[in-house]
């Protein structure tokens, strides 16, 4: 299997087991609009799950270097790929939503900022291939997908933090913990590279 076949593999099922998983959640909350907000929150938050993974694999890797942190390095694309996946169906979720209310502009959904994530996703998505990679070039394409991380992870992270701290639910808390700790564990791996 060539990577570009693997990296397409990946992105349709994680679009399936997506689309899978939320529609199993909008069917528990009754198919309402409840239900309906309980998916997105939920394939928002596994998404961020996994970006928070690939976000830290470099760091630790250069920290550990383990088998278990060089296979997570190794299979980093594959993460972000699965991450442009679950996003893919969670804007079809959110385009779902927008055809249950007419009256809800899409623009009220996905806000200005939103609509910069999600540019960032398609362009480091398309330039997984290795075609759309070459075209852009080594130097284009390590800057797209570094900048794209940063970008996502800490537009993710924002969107955890709860305008009032009684609205924070345990889940928020926990990958807020775990986003400050693949920080941390960036920030150490930038010093021992700088003491090396």
Known sequence: MTTDQRTARTYLYAIMLTGFAAT??????????????SALRSTGRVAFLVLITAFAARPLQDLLRKPWTA???RNRRQLGVAFAGIH??????ILYKVYLLPDLALVDIISHSGIVVYGFILAMLVTSFQGPARAIGPTAWKVLHKLGLYVLFVAFLVSQVPRTLDALELINAILIGLALLAIAARVAAFIQRQRR
Do not use: I
Request: hydrophobic content about 45%; proline content about 0%; charged content about 15%.
């Open 24 to 37: 199993g959640l909008y069917g528990v909350g009754g198919f309402s609009l409840e239900g309906l907000d």
């Open 71 to 73: 296979k997570l390095l």
């Open 88 to 93: 893919t169906g969670h804007l079809v979720f």
